[in-house]
């Protein structure tokens, strides 16, 4: 292929959370191999890259009036081992030149991110303070034009565009349902999306309605800081594990009368707060019906090729829209064959033939019963996309096996299992133990985390 043919086109990207910022790098990648690189305009909300990992202590809505998307908190970990989302062209290694633990805080992944597209002048291709108001498409120029705020300056100007990437995510817009009596509870009621910390539910008996990462990760949290109890409220499933004196599961709330929550089980108790650990809505509110993709979240939303093309017009591409095991690392395997589409590396078969290969994977979806078999198809699909570009390869079966260890690691202990240790596909090297555990750390400062105790100290003492 003529390593210049692709220089007028324009590709926009909108969001540059980590699935943006793999869009971004898989480009350089091959910019670095002598291709021509075509326009690339990545168009960010907040003022900083990194997405939800760019933590902000604003709810509803951020300082220009736009809605928040952050949903992170003060205290979060990796709630999966960091061995399992390492980018396999930029090694933990190689960003902090001594292994660190499998379970690093918010801040030290933050920074992780920000290592790899530090390297190169990935930030001359952002515009912060954007947002991407209304989109559409072109059927004869085959081009979309899309509808930009700058924030800053309080101006709507338009761009014209040969690819669009949306890499919005979809964990920011919460899904909120209705309990009957729930308007006359006296105490705090409040979706996960806005929970920025444990530390007002100390001494609090509290509430979470659901039974997935959220209110698994927000329970623990509570309880660790402090709060009196914690019970979790499934609707379908409850987590089902050995929970510590202090944390319980009850089936689904009925409704409340004040400060009382009624379970199907009869079971009634009161509580000072409520918070809807509920998930969230794929929402596209700058997308046309015909563009945009609707889905719940799950392991592979329809319509879209490869799990990223939007079948009916693939130059609109989908990034990291499914629900994750993977991460990082799915995001970088998805972007680089993008990029491959776009840089006319990769031939598309027919719409047919795409409609069936997404058929295939829909159905072997449909059949997966257990956690255990989600991890194994994520893997599957993980292959897949890896089989298709040059994104450098890592062993996805042990990236498989370890998910699978670490489910069973948070079924024996919730509370320890991020004092677990893994190693590495990428490098080989095995994760340090942290020097506290987790339960008894509650500084989740990079300077703390990468401290290295006493023996930090003695070296400061001799210099
Ligand atoms: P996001 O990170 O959501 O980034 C999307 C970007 O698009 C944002 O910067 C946003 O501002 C921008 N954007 C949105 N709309 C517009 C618009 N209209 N115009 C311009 N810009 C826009 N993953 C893990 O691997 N480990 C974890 O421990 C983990 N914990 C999590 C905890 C919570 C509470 C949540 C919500 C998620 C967690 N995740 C975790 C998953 C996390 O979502 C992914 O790691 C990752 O952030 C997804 O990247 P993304 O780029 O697809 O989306
Ligand atoms: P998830 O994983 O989508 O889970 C949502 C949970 O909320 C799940 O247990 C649902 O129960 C429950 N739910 C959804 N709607 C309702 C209603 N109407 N009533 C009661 N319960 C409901 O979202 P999370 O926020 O936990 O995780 C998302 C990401 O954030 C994840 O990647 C983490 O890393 C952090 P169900 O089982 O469907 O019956």
Request: charged residues 25%; contains cysteine; positive net charge.
């Given at each position: 292929m003529n390593k210049n043919s692709m220089k007028d086109k324009r590709i926009g990207i909108i969001g540059a959370g980590p699935s943006g910022l793999a869009q971004i790098?898989?480009?350089e990648a091959l910019k670095e191999q002598g291709y021509a690189m075509p326009e690339i305009i990545c168009f960010e909300k907040q003022d900083n890259w990194g997405g939800m990992w760019n933590y902000s202590w604003r709810?509803?809505?951020?300082?220009y009036?736009?809605?928040l998307h952050g949903s992170m908190y003060k205290y979060l970990w990796s709630n999966g081992p960091k061995e399992c989302l390492e980018f396999s062209d930029y090694s933990f290694d190689e960003h902090f030149k001594?292994?660190?633990?499998?379970?690093?805080?918010r801040p030290v992944l933050f920074d992780y991110i920000q290592g790899r597209i530090k390297k190169s002048n990935a930030r001359d291709y952002i515009r912060f303070d954007t947002t991407v108001r209304w989109v559409s498409f072109d059927e004869n120029s085959k081009k979309f034009n899309v509808i930009l705020d700058d924030l800053k300056i309080d101006k709507t100007y338009s761009e014209e565009l040969d690819y669009l990437v949306v890499a919005s995510g979809h964990f920011s817009t919460p899904n909120m349902p209705y309990f009957k009596g729930i308007e006359n509870f006296p105490g705090t009621v409040m979706h996960a999306h806005d929970f920025r910390g444990a530390d007002q539910f100390k001494d609090?008996?509290?509430l979470l309605i659901g039974s997935s990462y959220s209110a698994e990760d927000i329970g623990v949290q509570c309880y660790k800081h402090g709060a009196k109890s914690v019970t979790l409220s499934y609707r379908s499933n409850p987590i089902g594990i050995e929970w510590p004196e202090g944390i319980k599961e009850l089936p689904m709330v009925t409704h409340f009368e004040g400060d009382t929550a009624f379970f199907?089980?009869?079971?009634?108790?009161?509580?000072?707060?409520?918070?809807?650990?509920?998930?969230y809505q794929h929402k596209f509110p700058f997308l046309p019906d015909e563009l945009r993709l609707k889905t719940k979240n799950n392991l592979f939303p329809d319509n879209l090729y490869k799990g990223i093309l939007f079948n009916a017009l693939p130059q609109l591409i989908y990034l990291g829209m499914q629900d994750q095991y993977y991460t990082f690392n799915m995001f970088d395997a998805q972007a680089w064959l993008a990029r491959d589409f776009m840089m006319n590396r990769l031939t598309l078969p027919k719409e047919t033939e795409r409609r069936m290969d997404i058929d295939k994977w829909l159905d072997r979806n449909n059949k997966l019963e257990n956690s255990l078999d989600n991890v194994d198809f994520q893997s599957d699909y993980i292959k897949d996309l890896l089989s298709l570009s040059d994104y450098p390869h890592f062993n996805v079966d042990k990236v498989a096996e370890m998910f699978k260890e670490w489910l069973q690691d948070k079924e024996e202990n919730i509370l320890t299992y991020r004092d677990k240790t893994y190693q590495s596909v990428v490098t080989g090297t095995m994760a340090s133990q942290h020097h506290t555990e987790w339960m008894d750390e509650l500084d989740d400062s990079k300077e703390r985390y990468l401290y290295q105790g006493e023996q930090e100290e003695v070296l400061q003492d001799n210099l």
């Open positions: 790098r898989a480009f709810t509803g809505v951020g300082k009036g736009e809605p001594k292994p660190i633990s499998s379970y690093p805080p609090r008996n509290i199907k089980d009869g079971t009634t108790e009161v509580y000072d707060a409520v918070i809807m650990c509920t998930g």
